[in-house]
């Protein structure tokens, strides 16, 4: 597969991650100029500076791991990432008004993407799939489409499971063309990594992003 990398986002959101950790990180990135590096808000600020002029997006979360917070918090949450330097968010959306059957999560989501929108900067939106049915992801896919997300991610990593390739395939079915997918959560393989895209996924979050490429190099020689 060519061009590998620019699927990759590579991801360290570990409670006990430290400077080091965000250093390999982006040294790395830049080393294999994966599409983008995932780090938490606290690292924003010093991983756009780091990065500095390159082809590499600046990913961070929106109310992490599980989507509790208000929209107020999300929405300041947001602002902020934005002004440190983040060029695209990933937002968990509210899991707990979903399965209260309430219609807040798309609310939520709309104003969201309206000041990422307005900033230029990219929206994922991660449903947990873990937590949902098929119907479930259907809907939800459908209510981030409707709210005007950009992607629809699949997992925190935080759940009991992470991206499924049957889970991709259904997105994919659901969403248009123009709405990226990325699969996230338990990714280490290359073989894993390939199945997902070759499903639907536009992009990979992974921590296993430099092995995966590694393995890539050894099937090329």
């Not at 929405?75 to 695209?88: F, L, N, R, S």
């Not at 968010?89 to 000041?115: C, R, Y």
Request: aromatic fraction near 6%.
């Amino acid at each position: 597969m060519k061009n590998l990398n620019r699927f990759l986002e590579s991801t360290v959101l570990r409670p006990t991650m430290t400077d080091k950790d965000v250093d390999q990180l982006i040294a790395d990135a830049i080393e294999e100029q994966f599409v983008g590096v995932c780090v938490p808000p606290f690292w924003v600020k010093k991983t756009k500076r780091d990065l500095m002029d390159q082809d590499i997006q600046v990913v961070t979360v929106i109310g992490f791991p599980f989507g509790f917070e208000d929209t107020a918090t999300k929405v300041a949450e947001t602002k902020e990432a934005i002004k440190q330097g983040a060029d695209e968010l990933d937002l968990v959306w509210s899991q707990t008004a979903f399965h209260s059957g309430m219609n807040w999560p798309k609310i939520e989501i709309a104003q969201i993407a309206k000041i990422c929108h307005e900033e230029e900067r990219i929206l994922k939106v991660i449903i947990e799939t873990a937590y949902l049915t098929s119907e479930q992801i259907r809907e939800a896919c459908l209510i981030c489409q409707d709210a005007g997300a950009d992607y629809v991610k699949t997992s925190t990593g935080y759940a009991s499971s992470g991206a499924k390739v049957e889970d991709i395939e259904l997105m994919r079915k659901t969403l248009p063309s123009a709405i990226g997918i990325k699969a996230s959560g338990g990714i280490k393989t290359l073989d894993f990594a390939v199945d997902l895209i070759k499903a639907g996924a536009d992009r990979i979050g992974t921590s296993s992003a430099k092995a995966i490429m590694n393995a890539w190099r050894a099937t090329q020689s």
